[in-house]
């Protein structure tokens, strides 16, 4: 088995404003995704959600403000899960949450670096 970290991007929304029963339901429809890996024990860390404030720093040491200044995407969260193949997480990550809200999910290998020994 290899680890694979998902990152979940979508497009801001500046006029989105769900109701408490849009954002439980959304909560839910996370939880029941991340609960179906973990039931066949894939899951290896739940991540974060990530927040909207930040910085970048670029290789001549210059700093911009937010991490999206040049992209209209943005990363909402990352999760860790473990698969035999790249192919395998992908079939994990159908069902995602964000993708039934136009998003979508990048999937990328962690590489060991013990392996490259």
Known sequence: MKDFMML?????????EPTPEEIQAELKSWQDWMGSIA?????????????FEGKTMHSDGSVT???YAEVKEIIGGFMIVSAESVQDAIKLADGCPALANGGKVEVRDIMNFEDME
Request: aromatic fraction near 8%.
């Open 65 to 67: 403000d937010g991490p």
């Open 39 to 51: 039931a066949q024990g894939k899951l290896k860390n739940p991540g974060e959600a990530l927040g």
């Open 8 to 16: 979940f991007h979508s497009e801001p929304n500046p006029n989105y």
